[in-house]
Structures are given as C-alpha cells and as structure tokens.
C-alpha cells in the first residue's frame, strides 16, 4: 500500500460516523487495533498508536501499512491490541 492510499484509508476509517473500530496491519505482521478514534493519529510520514491497555504508545511509518480493515473482516485469531 503506498502512503496517500494508507493515509486516505485511515482517514475513512477515522472519520466514520458513527466510528467504527478497525485494525491496522502492518508488514511485520504486526496487528494495531483501533477501538477508539483519538487512539491513532498520523502526520506526513509516521503515525503514532496508544494502545487500550495503556501500554507505550507505538510510533511506526506509514509506508508499513498493507492494510486497513474492519475488525468484523480482519482474520480469526488474531486479535488483540497490538499482536507480533
């Protein structure tokens, strides 16, 4: 996914209403869920993560996304705030 797809995504995501939760994937394989919309916010290149058990907020490029998706779509298994 290039950039300005990952960011028009995440603006979609962000900006539904009303907000609906989704999970950000990225090329590690690392799984970010998004259950609240102020827990994920982005500027040109990076964006940065505060995960719902009030661990360390994750700060990770945009460029490692491949894919934004609802949590309803995302795979069985793989839950969880912030998966490696």
Do not use: W
């Not at 040109?44 to 949590?71: N, W």
């Amino acid at each position: 996914m290039t950039v300005a797809k990952a960011k028009k995504e995440l603006v979609r995501f962000l900006s539904k209403k009303p907000f609906e939760p989704f999970r950000v994937v990225l090329d590690t394989g690392e799984k970010l869920d998004v259950t609240r919309q102020f827990q994920l916010g982005f500027g040109l290149s990076q964006f940065g993560y505060a995960p719902s058990d009030r661990g360390p907020t994750a700060h990770r490029r945009l460029k490692q996304i491949v894919a934004v998706e609802t949590l309803a779509g995302a795979t069985a298994g793989s839950s969880g705030n912030c998966d490696s």
